[in-house]
């Protein structure tokens, strides 16, 4: 069975860290695009960054300078590194993959809560 699990969330003071995992299980994680998005109460969900299958990785310019996607392909998980959280940063983070060249995300994480402050 494919799935995806996404933990580390939890309650930070802003200017504060967290890292986001993504584990795999039934699909090799260096064979697809993963992306982590973010959803916030009454936003649309908000692509946050990427990393593709030769280690390129992007970022929304929100995050851009604060946050830092990884791959251990020894275990099959992908990270987000978080630091400088802002209160803004609060949301449901996830955790999808996709082949390229496909654009559509096929597999999704539950989500795992963020949430930024004092």
């Known amino acids: 069975q494919l799935q995806l699990v996404e933990s580390g969330g939890g309650l930070v003071q802003p200017g504060g860290s967290l890292r986001l995992s993504c584990a795999a299980s039934?699909?090799?994680?260096?064979?697809?695009?993963i992306g982590w998005f973010r959803q916030a109460p009454g936003k649309e969900r908000e692509a946050v960054s990427c990393?593709?299958?030769?280690?390129?990785?992007y970022y929304g310019d929100s995050v851009k300078g604060r946050f830092t996607i990884s791959r251990d392909n020894a275990k099959n998980t992908v990270y987000l590194q978080m630091d400088s959280l802002k209160p803004e940063d609060t949301a449901v983070y996830y955790c999808?993959?996709?082949?390229?060249?496909?654009?559509?995300?096929?597999?999704w994480g539950q989500g795992t809560q963020v949430t930024v402050s004092l």
């Open positions: 039934g699909l090799t994680l260096n064979s697809y695009v």
């Open positions: 990393i593709t299958t030769d280690g390129t990785s």
């Open positions: 999808a993959a996709r082949l390229a060249p496909l654009l559509e995300y096929a597999y």
